[in-house]
């Protein structure tokens, strides 16, 4: 009973957790030493950032083997750092290791987020760690910066939950700076926001976010402020076909076509909605509107835990599900919330099994490369099948504080 206890109640996350993060360790160890490295962009980053050691601060004029430097500031100082501890990048197996320690980082943040939350039971965890070939192989053998990126973001989310909002919006524009994906988020960020400071209260929160951008981007700001916004946050680019796991079904000229790019803007912008209005505020009396109010007017002020880790994840979810383009290494942009957005509802026993197989389909298609027609739709039905879930599955009171043990009851006076 107590063993299967451990892996039913999500009370025991902590203790699973801890002994899924030794595991990792081992495993990642194990990778590193007996998986051929491959190298995809680990020395473009590096030839990126020793233009900027060299004394380039023209953003135009910062490329490597594979193109232009294409993200923002942040990027550029993390990785300037890594350039000079592993020897101008030479020494790749020390890199793996540094790119190893990130990724059980990452992980005790993610539990630190599902043990606050306790609604996942944690034997799915397993499939969340050591089950996943492709996110140890873009942690450990590929070292793209979208773990980095991934990492500070999930930091954000724990700060969001400690109340620390101010901190919280800091590590979030760090996280943005590295790589512009975490902007999925903010759409989520600014909802919860606006529940808990008001209009004129969550002004200065976004703010921070914007100053931290300028002072990262100011050198290369003061020099060419164009070339640094156009390449830094350009979001235009175009993906190369080849590469794409989730609209291989499509012909190539359709995948170009700015008119398809600007129908998933209109599906991503109208599910925002939708959700803001009936998920995220569903349970409140109060107009929409409201939340433009002084929260002291309104009843919760503050978004319980289980509201914010709902709200953060499925907006970036709904990003995830409209993307022009999602390329291997984006799979970490949101494998570590699936299991959240899937069990975050109440769940009866046996629909336990199909969201396993859920999981385990959305693995298989981000394993099979190249992408294929068969790949990429089942892709798009499993992305579908998890947004119907959250759409008619959140029943669950969001809006409401998380329930408090009843005080003790007075001793009987002898």
């Known amino acids: 009973r107590a063993r299967r206890a451990a892996l039913l109640e999500p009370r025991y996350t902590a203790l699973v957790a801890a002994c899924l993060c030794v ?32 004394g380039t ?12 430097l294409v993200y923002p500031a942040g990027f550029v100082y993390i990785f300037l750092g890594l350039y000079y501890v592993t020897g101008r990048g030479s020494d790749v197996r ?13 992980l005790v943040l993610v539990f630190r987020i599902y043990c606050r939350t306790n609604k996942v039971p944690p034997y799915v965890f397993f499939f969340m760690c050591c089950a996943s070939y492709r996110i140890h192989s873009i942690f450990v053998l590929r070292l793209f910066n979208d773990t980095v ?10 700060l969001f939950l400690d109340e620390r909002w101010s901190w919280g919006c800091l590590i979030f524009s760090l996280a943005v700076s590295v790589k512009m994906n975490v902007l999925l988020f903010a759409p989520g960020l600014l909802f919860l926001l606006l529940k808990r400071f ?20 100011l050198p290369f700001l003061l020099v060419n402020p164009v070339g640094y916004l156009s390449r830094s946050f350009d ?35 109208a599910g925002l909605g939708l959700f803001a209005l009936h998920r995220w505020h569903s349970r409140s009396r109060e107009s929409i509107l409201a939340l433009l109010k002084d929260p002291a007017e309104r009843k919760p002020p503050s978004p319980p835990f289980a509201q914010i880790v709902f ?34 509802t109440p769940t009866a026993k046996l629909a336990h099994m199909p969201k396993v197989l859920l999981l385990g389909v959305i693995e298989l ?49 002898q």
């Open 311 to 344: 709200v953060l994840f499925s907006s970036n979810f709904l990003g995830v599900c409209c993307s022009r383009s999602l390329h291997y290494q984006f799979y970490v942009w949101y494998f570590h919330t699936l299991p959240y957005l899937l069990w975050c």
């Open 94 to 106: 020390l890199a793996q290791y540094l790119f190893a320690g990130l990724y059980l980082l990452h």
């Open 57 to 68: 601060l023209d953003y135009t004029q910062l490329q490597g083997a594979t193109g232009p």
């Open 235 to 269: 979001l235009g680019r175009q993906f190369q076909f080849k590469w794409t796991v989730n609209w291989r079904f499509l012909p190539e000229e359709v995948f170009q076509h700015r008119a398809f790019h600007a129908a998933l803007l209109l599906a991503h912008l």
């Open 149 to 158: 990126a991934m990492a500070i973001l999930f930091l954000a989310v724990n």
């Open 198 to 217: 008001g209009l004129l209260g969550c002004i200065p929160k976004l703010c921070i976010c914007a100053l931290l951008q300028v002072l990262l981007g």
């Open 365 to 413: 298609c981000w394993n099979t490369y190249p992408s294929t027609v068969c790949s990429s739709l089942s892709l798009h039905v499993c992305h579908g099948l998890v947004l119907l879930q959250l759409w008619l599955g959140t029943a669950a009171p969001l809006d409401t504080q998380p329930a408090r043990r009843p005080a003790p009851l007075p001793r009987k006076v």
């Open 23 to 54: 595991a990792e360790g081992g495993l990642n160890l194990w990778v590193i030493r007996r998986v051929p490295y491959t190298e995809i962009d680990w020395q473009a980053y590096m030839e990126e950032v020793e233009g900027f050691a060299n």
